[in-house]
């Protein structure tokens, strides 16, 4: 088993940016840090531009993210096709 790398790195308190998940000790957002990275900027980019983070924190991020990507469930709000028909032929 994989163990949580990020836990020692990610926190969420209510009292920091409204209990969104930071990189601790800092109020730098776990959003803000995928963002600079879909923006195109590497982790070095963003280390030298945060020097108070470190590459871990970076890759903390990017872990505490996948796995709430992975545990979302995804349902479909279509209804089957036979039940489609009905709803038009009224």
Known sequence: MIKKQYNKRITVD???LVGKPVIKGTRI???LI???L???QTPADIVKNYPHLKKA???AAIEYAREIIEQEKVYSLQRPSH???KTFAR
């Open 29 to 31: 957002a776990v959003e």
């Open 83 to 85: 039940e489609k028909a």
């Open 57 to 59: 924190d970076i890759y």
């Open 14 to 16: 209510p009292d920091v």
């Open 38 to 40: 879909a923006q195109g």
């Open 34 to 36: 995928l963002r600079l």
